[in-house]
């Protein structure tokens, strides 16, 4: 842990984590606007597996590769996924930063609100783990178990909590950072 919390303090010069801020957010509106639409497409407007936060269950599962044939399986598989394997990075490295600066202006960051940081790594682990669990449904269709479904949808619930758990810490720290701001006015 130790380990850790030196490269998050070695990285929080705030032109770093405007960057790594500005980049997570371009790679997840390419995703928004490029290659989900283009993936839903083929779906009949049903919701990807990674954007349905409350999860789903196999016949839902079973519906959507159905509905997305042999060409929306593969678009999934070779135009969605491969962007969705650097979003994770991304998110986990950039807002474990976004965390530890703000913590680091309230003067936290060497106390125990420092694991805080780390929501957002389980956050993008989890997104790692769905992901993969997806790779091998569009791989394995129509042969699914429900183990493989039941996994990746743990997965998936896992990712949507600790990532609405991130937003959460998050306004709140820079509602306290905002507060004590005002307060030395």
Not at 12 to 36: C, D, E, H, R
Not at 76 to 102: E, H, K, R, T, W
């Amino acid at each position: 842990m130790n380990k850790l919390r030196k490269i998050i303090s070695e990285n929080l010069s705030g032109k770093k984590v405007a960057f790594l801020f500005f980049l997570t957010n371009l790679v997840y509106a390419f995703m928004l606007f490029v290659t989900i639409p283009k993936t839903v497409a083929y779906s009949g407007g049903m919701k990807l597996l990674d954007m349905m936060p409350l999860g789903y269950d196999s016949v839902y599962v079973n519906e959507l590769l159905n509905k997305l044939g042999e060409e929306g399986r593969e678009v999934y598989l070779f135009n969605q996924i491969p962007v969705d394997m650097i979003y994770p990075f991304l998110f986990g490295i950039s807002y474990s930063l976004l965390i530890a600066y703000f913590l680091n202006k309230l003067d936290k960051l060497n106390t125990s609100l420092f694991f805080l940081c780390l929501v957002p790594i389980i956050a993008g682990i989890a997104d790692y783990l769905e992901n993969i669990g997806i790779i091998t449904m569009l791989n394995d269709y129509p042969d699914l178990s429900i183990t493989q479904i039941s996994t990746t949808n743990f997965f998936t619930l896992v990712k949507s909590l600790s990532t609405t758990l991130f937003f959460l810490i998050l306004i709140i720290i820079i509602i306290v950072v905002g507060a004590k701001r005002l307060k030395w006015k």
